[in-house]
């Protein structure tokens, strides 16, 4: 059962076309990769579904719901959740509350206890607190919560925005190259780790260049280049599509 | 005279760190410096004293109601001055509380007048005398309600879902809003606790400069120079940068001279700008790459 559907999405900057009619399905449970070579339009797909652009024409189903009527601060609520190439986290503040500021979506009073600082307030703060915590625990993170934030390594920093998008409870993940800068261990085990999210129920896109990582978890794989989807399959259709592998040898090959 | 004078520049210190707040909430929040800051608060002052020498509501009382007040009437401006130009530049912003600043000044003027009034306080006015120093009860009593103003504020932004998401929204944005908070409802947030916060530091000042309509342009200078110093991002730097302002204000006075008390401050603004850009107490004065 389609969870995402991408209706012929199109969007462009200044003239240049960084999506020209890309169509692709989702479904529940799915790990699907997002390849192509640098300038593809993977991570503009990213955050055309995420919301921070709006493209030109198309729609992005989310459970029918057309998630261009919903605002950029909506997605969390709609279930959808996301890391980012470089990283965007909240540097001066701790590792839990990075998490927690997520986890909290979920525990709301009213403005008026927040002011005042009632009780209901307080508790929902405890608990969006502990949430976060757990978060942290099930990804082995939980000894580094009261660390600041841009004191840890880039590896650790990408597991933390990891943690944090988790904390939001998302139906869909959407990770932008989360092993990028990882060393090869990091990055099996980050496979591992996203593969026992999936597990869970959790729907992922992963944009990513390690295609050892790619090729070992996703069932599915979109190629775009040059903004236009030029293949969907497994790993191995993948592997043999002539498209797909002249758009990563790239001009080189054709010429020469 | 050491310790009247340490007293005397903390109260001022005060004075200028709620201000300073003020403008550093809405930085903060909106990458925006409201130069009418210190001019809703001054007309907010002006109500007050319609509620007091009109309405004759007792002080204290006064002193709960204004802030209320002024936050309401920040909150308003924001959603209907702010709010629609809030996508553009910021520059575009920036020049529109300029605007907010004539508007108010100017309305204020032609309200009540050009002349100062005598504004009650809180606090009595006659010295006491603590371990040997004549102190203000005054000052004591303004360094106080500074400091209640500053823990209500601690409190908000440590410990509340709200406030947390406040900090968030200032240390990215992008981030802040995937996590499902509205920025826009933190500007509108922000303007609201800084219209609340700059009407206190109206009321306090109000007794001890006179009320009148240029009233708050000094105090905001002064804020201005302590919020630099602090690193215009940061609101125990604004306060702590204020404070220093304060006594050195102070000190300035009390041992060489009155009369460039708003030069001193302005020295300050470029000194720090040149030399500290990010303020005196920034980890790293340059972005990690």
Known sequence: MALLAIENLSISFAGLKALSGVSFTVNTGEIVGLIGPNGAGKTTLLNCISRLYTPQSGRILLNDVNLLDVPVHGIAAHGIARTFQNLELFGGASVLENVAVSSMRRFRSNLLAELFWLPAA????????????????????????????????????????????????????????????????????????????????????LIEHDMSLVMTICERIVVLDHGEKIHEGTPETVRRDPAVISAYLGAEAGDA | MLAQLIVSGLALGSVYALLGLALVLIHKATDIVNFAQGEMAMFMTFVAFVMITQLELPLPLVFVVAPLLGAALAAVTERIVMRPISDGPPVNALIVTIGLWIVFNHTAGWIWGYDPYRFPSLFPADPVEIVGARISPNSLGIIAVALAVMAGLYVFFEYTREGTAMRAASMNRRAAQLMGVNIKRVAFLSWTLAGGVGTVCGLLVAPIIFLDFEMMVSVLLKAFAGAILGGFNSLPGAVIGCMLIGIAETFFGGYVSTAFKDTFAFLVIVLVLMFRPSGLFSRTAVKKV
């Open chain 1, 122 to 205: 307080r508790r929902d703060v405890h608990a969006a607190r502990e949430a976060a915590l757990q978060t942290l625990k099930a990804l082995g993170l939980d000894h580094l919560a009261d660390q600041r934030t841009s004191d840890l390594p880039y590896g650790t920093q990408k597991m933390v925005e990891l943690a944090r998008a988790l904390a939001g409870q998302p139906k869909l993940l959407l990770l932008d190259e989360p092993a990028a800068g990882l060393n090869p261990d990091e990055s099996r085990r980050l496979g591992e780790t996203i593969r026992a999210l999936r597990d869970q129920g959790i729907t992922v896109i």
